[in-house]
């Protein structure tokens, strides 16, 4: 089906903000969440009574909600207040929602390409919870064949034995969320993990032969310093991961930054401002280039690009189906999107209802697939003209001329032969940039 060729809207205006105030800013899908249904819920049981599809890729993600404490920045679904019993009966739970999708019609005969563990903390679990809860999604979908099986984890929740067990189970990219390396700058911020564990997991990690170790680092905290920063991203270097992923701080709404921003009427964060922290990222980018690496994304450095593979990250911005599983989780099939039920009570009352826990669903359509597609592949710097020609039936260029055009006259990107390239300016705000490419009915939306 070809996407619509008509007229791209009026161009808007680029101009981020300086001050850091709260919302959602970062893109991660389109359309906006805040524009999904529970109208559209009951899509997805239908979907599951069509035939599998033949060349659509599939991944699994598995939300584990569970943390030893709550960021103050975090504005994901998770508890820190559940026993074991409590864990193993949404473990339980979590399986039997697998079960109904892998009986359905459309899942028969299909494998994960991928699977990602997030949460929360994956590495909350204990080992016997892991190796349990795996065997038995393994039961309901083999991932033997995945090229990638991601899994995000606390630092001060490893040990060497449970690492050995995340490597046993398959994990191929083992994601440690670092943020820092400063015991204050952690402490404030409200991580629960302080350096010494991190120095410890990392060098756990490297002995036991995962693919990739990437670490996570976050630009622009609270209390955070030029100098600081700077020895941070020096201290990342010398660890000498596979991968770095380097976040810029913002401050959603339901976070407990933003509920003291409320309670003292504040409207700029505690945080860096957008200008400081993009030069913080850019700083870190320019380091880490001098090491050896490539920056691959508006988030990513690697150190091998021909071995470091994103493919989550890929097959996901391409349209791939994505199987969500836990609470809150956010899945996509056959050019739906959906959201489970974002609390535990009723999530687990669902499925021991028999039913599916969607909460909310969006039915895109091909002039929506399309955008999606653009918006998000040009996170990683450059996209193909002549790809969207093939694939959607659609010249890019013309498509998208009015907010192209304007983001090249302010000296963003440039357009050469079949590639669209941002420069490093219009990488480091990109998320600002995208929205101009956005239908103008999703451009005014709040990021929930």
């Keep these: 089906m070809e996407a619509s060729t008509s007229t791209s809207p009026s161009p808007v205006t680029t101009s981020p903000k300086e001050q850091t105030e709260a919302g959602n800013y970062f893109v991660a899908n389109y359309p906006p969440f805040s524009f999904w249904s529970q109208e559209q819920a009951p899509m997805i049981p239908e979907i599951l009574e069509r035939p599998a599809p033949v060349d659509l890729p ?238 691959n994304s508006t988030c990513n450095v690697v150190k091998n690009p021909a071995t470091t593979k994103f493919v989550y990250r890929d097959s996901l911005w391409s349209g791939s189906d994505l199987l969500a599983l836990g609470v809150a989780s956010f899945g996509h099939l056959a050019g739906v999107h959906y959201q489970n039920h974002a609390d535990i009570g009723p999530y687990m009352m669902m499925v021991d209802e028999g039913r599916l826990p969607i909460y909310r669903a969006y039915q895109t359509n091909a002039e929506e697939r399309l955008i999606r597609e653009f918006v998000l592949r040009l996170k990683l710097g450059q996209v193909s003209i002549s790809h969207y ?24 990107l440039t357009i050469e032969g079949d590639t669209i390239k941002l420069n490093r300016d219009g990488l480091l705000q990109v998320d600002w940039l995208l929205h101009g490419f956005f239908l103008e009915k999703h451009r005014s939306a709040r990021y929930t």
């Design 58 to 295: 599939l991944g699994l993600y598995f939300h584990i909600p569970f943390c030893r404490k709550r960021c103050h920045f975090c504005y994901f679904r998770v508890y820190t207040d559940k026993n074991a019993n409590e864990i193993r009966a949404y473990l339980d739970a979590a399986a039997v929602e697998m079960d109904r999708y892998a009986n359905s019609p459309y899942q028969q005969g299909r494998k994960p390409q991928f699977v990602y563990f997030g949460g929360g903390t994956p590495s909350y679990l204990s080992v016997e919870q892991l190796r349990e809860l795996t065997d038995r999604m393994k039961s309901y979908l083999p991932w033997d064949e995945a090229e990638e099986v991601a899994f995000e984890a606390e630092p001060g929740t490893l040990t060497e034995k449970k690492l050995e067990a995340i490597r046993d189970i398959g994990v191929t990219r083992l994601s440690l969320g670092i943020e820092a390396f400063d015991d204050h700058i952690l402490e404030v911020n409200g991580r629960a993990h302080r350096s010494k564990e991190a120095f410890r997991a990392i060098e756990f990690a490297k002995t036991l032969g995962f693919q990739q170790i990437n670490i996570d680092l976050i630009a622009g905290m609270m209390d955070e310093t030029e100098d600081n920063w700077k020895r941070c991203v020096e201290t990342a270097i010398a660890q000498e991961p596979d991968c770095v992923t380097i976040y810029q701080m913002e401050i959603p709404y339901n976070t407990t930054i933003y509920k003291e921003m409320q309670a003292s009427g504040k409207v700029s964060a505690p945080v860096a401002n957008w200008p400081t922290t993009r030069a913080w990222v850019n700083y870190a980018f320019e380091q880490f280039e001098k090491a050896g690496y490539t920056v």
């Design 389 to 412: 020609q093939e694939k959607y039936g659609v010249d890019v260029t013309e498509r998208f001329a009015g907010h192209l055009g304007h983001l090249k006259s302010e000296g963003f």
